[in-house]
């Protein structure tokens, strides 16, 4: 189960066999994610949640996956199609694109380059490209203010999450997904980094589920006030690639919170560095605890307006970051980090 | 160069959307004529009558036991006071005196439905802020009343349990003890009520000083219930011009002074405290007795002007009829609260986000075919 490979050195067939395992990766976790959603939200509203279709309703998602796939593809007629029908695929790829870097165990991972935080900063930000599009193209006016918000939104939460994750990289001294999990086997860096590194997680997940466009901070397709936002003139797969990317977009988030914040793969009593496949369980653990999080925030809170979402994060967020970043690069020259 | 906006060539437009017929947050088919610049409503004008099924010309073809039937169809969240206010119109004109058994099962199923319709503005207030979970917890508790209801008088939401001269049969044996049971129970889920969303940081900042309607304001757009009172407006007809059982019961009237929407949503969650308050006084001592009295087949109304007021959930409903000593009355118009609290929604929404729209119009408790009838 190596997978960890230069991609140059290789020949095509394995890159598509990675390239398959991935997607399959992808569409698992997308339908998975989707079911945990809904079961997770019966449970906060005394509901039981899907219950028919399979055991427990594990099959739900995929028949209704198997729905969108069937379904007749309408659009409006004044749209420019072009990018109508570009838009999905921005957003589809982006998501898929920064799966790659993810270190799922120590062998597992398709690609480890040493800007790997950069590169996924980077990738996600190509999905609001796809949103705005989405929006624009559509010809609707609903849409157009759902896709204006989203720009507005990412652009800014973007400054946050980035900056949230460089005073990790203070800590590691790397942007390496890989060595930065290496540097956690002396205590995960929530714990290292102990202050700053406890306010850097709360900004990150504040910022993450910001970015992902979820309640509270659904403002792009805030449903009681522009029906169903930028992706509203969308049907069939189109729209599935939307709520696929918004549920992958949400993993990515909890993965980089992870391999970031809580050591990623790592175990306590080195557990997983002697048997390396068991890391994958580590990882999705600690991953589907924040994605849980991130679904606890959005079964309970309203919605902000859209501008206290902006003045959360200019006013407050950022400065706080700043500021943070300077703790941390004392912390850091000082010594004063926690090493077990 | 002349880099100023307004000298230059480029024009600006005002942006024009429709909320509705069909929107998520209109709860109905209301429809709203937005103006926006950006996200700044400019003006809101709202088009009715998706939903018009002339109810008034409707009662003027028909007796005065039907015309109960079509009051349900108006404010369905209160059609048992509904109910109560057009027999009590016909009552007062034939001068009938009901039993006080009547009277106190009256006020008691008022009471329980003005709290089921609270339940639910409270859920879809939730909902249309963005929290999704309230909707369920609200009718959680509205779906207990409900099946009071189903067991007294076989219908759950239009219950055409009045009829001029009483009740149409008695209540069943359980009512008490679910009653009871019920009270007990919504003690426990208002303060999970506050924990869930009125004390959350986010949904005060969505709802403190935003709407704001002054009570002069109020008074002259004619607004009542809760929507007046948040501002100040003491005005609640139950305390007023108590009716049925409403003056052996002593009840405060919730007020509130800031006219913001925090104020409209405090006063409801308060009126269901007080609710819950009349129930207690009087679902002990339901006096025994006939359950109606009787009436003639065909009503015949003396000649003359007829008018009885009540608190609906939503506030004030008057029923007003014009008879001219004929089965059928000659006009008959209802004063529907939801209408006039409708008028004043451009006058608290304008200058505010989309958002503040959204969450200023779920805070009147608007029900669409009240206001078209």
């Known amino acids: 189960m190596i997978l960890s490979i230069n991609i140059v050195e290789n020949d095509i067939f394995n890159m598509l066999l990675i390239a398959a395992i991935y997607l399959g990766i992808f569409s698992v976790a997308g339908l998975f994610l989707v079911l945990l959603e809904r079961k997770v939200a019966a449970w906060f509203q005394l509901r039981l949640g899907p219950n028919r279709v399979g055991p427990w309703g594990l099959l739900q998602t995929m028949a209704d996956a198997l729905k969108l796939v069937s379904k007749e593809l309408t659009g409006t007629i004044k749209a420019d199609k072009f990018l109508y029908n570009l838009a999905p695929y921005f957003v589809i790829i982006s998501s898929l694109m920064a799966l790659a870097v993810f270190p799922f165990t120590q062998e597992f991972q398709a690609f480890d380059i040493n800007i790997g935080i950069f590169f996924l900063i980077a990738i996600s930000s190509i999905g609001v490209i796809g949103i705005l599009l989405g929006g624009w193209a559509s010809n609707n006016k609903f849409a ?19 900056l949230s994750l460089v005073t990790m990289v203070l800590l590691t001294g790397t942007l390496q997904l890989s060595e930065i999990i ?105 991953t589907f605890a924040l994605v849980f999080l991130m679904m606890w925030f959005r079964w309970t809170f309203p919605r902000l307006r859209v501008d206290q ?27 004063l980090t926690i090493q077990i | 160069m002349d880099t100023n906006i307004a000298n230059s060539n480029l024009k600006s437009e005002d942006y024009f959307i429709n909320m509705g017929p069909q929107h998520p947050a209109t709860h109905g088919v209301l429809r709203l004529l937005l103006t926006i610049d950006g996200e700044i409503i400019k003006k809101v004008e709202p088009d009715l009558g998706y939903i018009h099924r002339s109810i008034e010309k409707m009662s003027e073809r028909d007796s005065y036991q039907q015309i109960v039937h079509l009051t349900d169809r108006m404010d369905y969240l209160s059609s048992h006071i509904n109910n109560e206010a057009v027999c009590l119109t016909v009552e007062n004109a034939l001068e009938i005196e009901v039993p006080e058994r009547v009277k106190v ?19 879809v207030m939730g909902m249309d802020v963005g929290a999704l979970t309230t909707y369920f917890y609200g009718f959680r508790d509205r779906e207990m009343i409900n099946d009071i209801f ?14 001029p001269g009483g009740l149409m049969f008695d209540i069943h044996p359980n009512f008490v003890k679910r009653t009871k049971e019920f009270v007990a129970h919504f003690k426990t889920k208002i303060p999970e009520y506050d924990k869930l969303l009125t004390g959350n940081v986010i949904f005060q900042k969505r709802m403190k000083g935003v709407g704001i309607l002054s009570k002069e304001d109020a008074i002259s757009f004619g607004a009542s219930g809760p929507v007046a009172r948040g501002s100040g407006y003491s005005c609640d007809v139950r305390k007023y011009y108590p009716y049925s059982a409403l003056d052996k019961v002593t009840f405060n009237e919730a007020l509130k002074t800031d006219g913001d929407s925090l104020a409209r949503y405090e006063v409801r969650i308060q009126e269901m405290w007080e609710s819950l308050s009349i129930i207690e006084q009087l679902i002990d001592n339901i006096p025994e007795g006939d359950y109606k009295v009787a009436t003639k087949a065909v009503i015949k109304l003396p000649k003359g002007e007829f008018y009885q007021k009540v608190e609906t959930a939503r506030g004030e409903l008057g029923v007003f009829i014009n008879s001219t000593g004929t089965k059928n009355p000659y006009r008959l118009k209802f004063r529907s609260p939801g209408f006039s609290n409708l008028s004043l929604l451009n006058h608290i929404a ?23 009838r």
């Not at chain 2, 189903?150 to 009829?163: K, Q, V």
Request: hydrophobic share 50%; proline share 3%; charged share 15%.
């Open chain 1, 182 to 286: 290496e540097v956690q086997k002396s205590g995960w860096l929530i714990v290292q980094g102990h202050i700053p590194a406890i306010i850097a997680f709360m900004i990150y997940m504040i910022a993450g589920t910001a970015e992902t466009n979820r309640a509270p901070f659904d403002m792009v397709e805030a449903e009681s006030e522009l029906g169903a936002g930028f992706h509203t003139e969308y049907s069939g797969m189109k729209f599935a690639y939307f709520f696929l990317a918004e549920f992958i977009n949400m993993f990515i988030i909890a993965a980089i919170g992870t391999t970031v914040f809580f050591g990623g793969w790592l175990s306590p009593f080195g557990i997983t560095e002697s048997i390396p496949w068991l890391g994958i369980f580590w990882f999705l653990g600690k």
């Open chain 1, 144 to 162: 157009l203010i759902g896709a204006m918000r989203s720009g507005v939104q990412t652009i800014s939460y973007e400054l946050s999450v980035g």
């Open chain 2, 350 to 372: 304008v200058g505010g986000k989309i958002g503040d729209l959204v969450a200023s119009m779920a805070t009147l408790d608007l029900v669409i075919p009240d206001i078209d």
């Open chain 2, 105 to 123: 099962i009256r006020t008691i199923i008022g009471e329980l439905t003005r709290i089921a319709s609270h339940c639910l503005w409270w859920g």
């Open chain 1, 309 to 335: 979402l902006l003045t959360l994060e200019w006013k407050y967020l950022l400065p706080l970051n700043l500021l943070n970043i300077v703790l941390m690069a004392l912390i850091v020259w000082l010594g």
């Open chain 2, 150 to 163: 189903e067991e007294t008088c076989g219908a759950r939401l239009t219950m055409n349990y009045n009829i």
